[in-house]
């Protein structure tokens, strides 16, 4: 049981747009913008894609946005490549003692 | 350009400590700009945040784990470690290491910005 909620799951085919969302608590998404995005390819480390909200490191592609409303972050990836077909979690500070969360991973499938 | 190297000792017999080094290099642990945390990952499943250390040695733990947890500085080494006492199988997982940058909003976990490759430790007799 993760504390952040996120699809199992996502697909879509190259060039079109997709949303993962990511809900959370008026004690972590509600009330912070501390809520990162992380890409993992099988057998890799997570990268950080998307930070404080809707902030890209640098090098990251502006393919890839972030937003938040209420308790619920999103992550949209638009023109979808081949490459982007990876497992993708969201992160947030929480106020409560776990301080650190993450939500369950969403796997996307690029058709 | 900071790189993270976790270790241990690949396998570990329940009931016993587990203890993991990461070993930072192209910069300092020391460097006030920084945070350096713990995350694993179960085969198969999802991130989990273990614990956090300042630049300056405050700790921070997930309190689900805090009682079998201490994670420090060797300043001398440029290292992170992080030693886990009476292990079960439910530890098995793929440790990472990863730098927190300092965050004048939240005092952990704004954001992991670089990540070590991770270390795997299966529990079994």
């Known amino acids: 049981h993760s504390a952040l909620t996120q699809p199992a799951s996502v697909s879509g085919s190259p060039g079109q747009s997709i949303t993962i969302s990511c809900t959370g608590t008026?004690?972590?998404?509600?009330?912070?913008?501390?809520v990162s995005w992380y890409q993992q390819h099988p057998g890799k480390a997570p990268k950080v894609i998307i930070f404080?909200?809707?902030n890209r490191p640098s090098g990251i592609s502006d393919r890839f946005s972030g937003s938040k409303s209420g308790n619920t972050a999103s992550l949209t990836i638009s023109g979808l490549q081949t490459e982007d077909e990876a497992d993708y979690y969201c992160s947030s500070y929480t106020a409560t003692t776990t301080l650190v969360v993450f939500g369950g991973g969403t796997k996307l499938t690029v058709l | 350009q900071v790189q993270l190297q976790e270790s241990g000792p690949g396998l570990v017999k329940p009931s016993e400590t587990l203890s993991l080094t990461c070993s930072v290099s192209g910069g300092s642990i020391s460097d006030n700009n920084w945070y350096w945390g713990w995350i694993r990952q179960p085969p198969g499943k999802g991130l989990e945040w273990i614990a956090s250390i300042s630049y300056s040695g405050i700790t921070y733990y997930n309190p689900s784990l805090e009682s079998r947890l201490t994670i420090s500085l060797d300043t001398s080494k440029n290292q992170v470690s992080l030693t886990l006492r009476s292990v079960t199988a439910a530890d098995a997982a793929l440790y990472y290491c990863?730098?927190?940058?300092?965050?004048?909003?939240?005092?952990?976990?704004?954001?992991?910005?670089?990540w070590g490759p991770g270390t795997m430790v299966t529990v079994s007799s």
């Open positions: 990863a730098r927190d940058p300092n965050d004048i909003v939240v005092v952990v976990g704004d954001v992991f910005d670089i």
């Open positions: 008026s004690s972590d998404i509600g009330h912070y913008n501390s």
């Open positions: 404080d909200v809707s």
